[in-house]
């Protein structure tokens, strides 16, 4: 009888082991499956409240003094998303001069693609992820992030946003720039150019059926509707989310045909990264990295002119709303 008691105690216990480890088994795939294999690589980005996660139509005020950003963003990291060929390089060498003064560290990322060429969950964006951390984990100093990149929502992905900055140009000022910089020898070497197309001119790239979309691509839509799958530049919806995220996302989006207004701006909006600018500002000093091949617009027939204003027209739509938006500060802030 004992020996039946016995038994029958083990089986029970047997049975409760059973559920506990079928009960622990469940969770664990439940995890993985929500959270992936976790390993010293993995990205764990900080958590957010879900309360305080940036609302998309939140909005931030400006005085005339400076940037009050929305609680969700952190002014020690400001992020310079550098439009190419929109005087980048220009602004990186301003940061550069300015960081002993103000305290602060530049990390350029040098990896070229830019945000619309990068799959969102993809092993590119893993990398950049992991590097803006560390970059923010490690450096003590204020940061200041520049990359070729576009609008990038970090509280989407459980990092604080960013302060964001930017510099548009006149679209077919751009376009001809674009299209003589990369038939540059490093350029056209990197992007395994021929002869033929390195030698072509603009015009005569323009003028063969079919070809507009190769020689001229518009740009300014897709660079700030970051990471939405199938973006169409003519498309209203897509020109209007791009419009809401300048001017609801962003510090302040330059012009460069102002520049040194620009960057008078920056200085007012966000001192702790452009304070002291003036001291650095020279008059027609700074060139725009455009390349010995550039052909002014006057250099080029009104009937590729003419072209390239049609390819670029989704750009004007931004880069006039951007140009009214930055007046408009600059009238308030009295420069």
């Known amino acids: 009888m004992v020996g039946k008691c016995g038994n029958r105690k083990q089986l029970i216990t047997l049975v409760l082991l059973l559920f506990i480890s079928i009960g622990l088994l469940t969770f664990k795939i439940e995890d993985f499956r929500r959270n992936g294999f976790r390993t010293e ?40 998303t550098r439009m190419p060929k929109c005087g980048s390089t220009t602004i990186l060498d301003y940061l550069k001069m300015l960081q002993n ?15 619309h060429e990068i799959s969102e969950h993809s092993k590119t964006e ?51 720039s674009l299209f003589y910089f990369v038939r540059q020898p490093s350029e056209a070497t990197r992007r395994h150019l021929s002869r033929s197309v390195i030698n072509e001119t603009l015009s005569q790239c323009l003028a063969r059926e079919g070809e507009k979309q190769r020689c001229v691509i518009p740009t300014y839509v897709a660079w700030f509707n970051h990471f939405t799958p199938r973006i169409d530049p003519k498309d209203v919806k897509f020109i209007n989310r791009a419009k809401h ?9 330059g012009i460069l045909e ?17 304070g002291g600018i003036q001291d650095y500002i020279k008059e027609n000093t700074k060139r725009n990295n455009i390349g010995s091949l550039r052909k002014g617009r006057d250099e080029l027939p009104k009937e590729t002119i003419d072209t390239i204003v049609d390819a670029v027209a989704s750009d004007y739509e ?18």
């Open 41 to 80: 690589n993995n990205i764990r980005p900080p958590k957010i409240n879900k309360k305080t996660t940036r609302d998309f139509n939140s909005n931030w005020t400006t005085n005339n003094d400076r940037f009050s950003p929305h609680p969700e963003t952190t002014p020690n990291t400001l992020f310079y």
């Open 101 to 115: 003064r103000n305290d602060f560290q530049v990390y350029h990322y040098k990896y070229v693609k830019i945000a």
């Open 126 to 176: 893993e990398t950049f992820l992991r590097t803006f951390q560390n970059e923010t984990d490690n450096t003590v100093k204020k940061l200041a992030f520049v990359r070729h990149l576009g609008y990038f929502n970090f509280t989407k992905r459980g990092f604080r946003q960013p302060l964001l900055i930017d510099m548009l140009r006149d679209p077919v000022e751009r376009a001809i």
């Open 245 to 253: 995220i300048i001017e609801k996302e962003y510090v302040c989006v």
């Open 258 to 274: 102002q520049l040194n207004e620009s960057l008078t701006v920056f200085s007012k909006l966000i001192p702790q990264y452009f």
């Open 318 to 335: 931004i880069y006039n709303f951007v140009v009214q938006l930055f007046n408009s500060k600059v009238k308030r802030m009295n420069i």
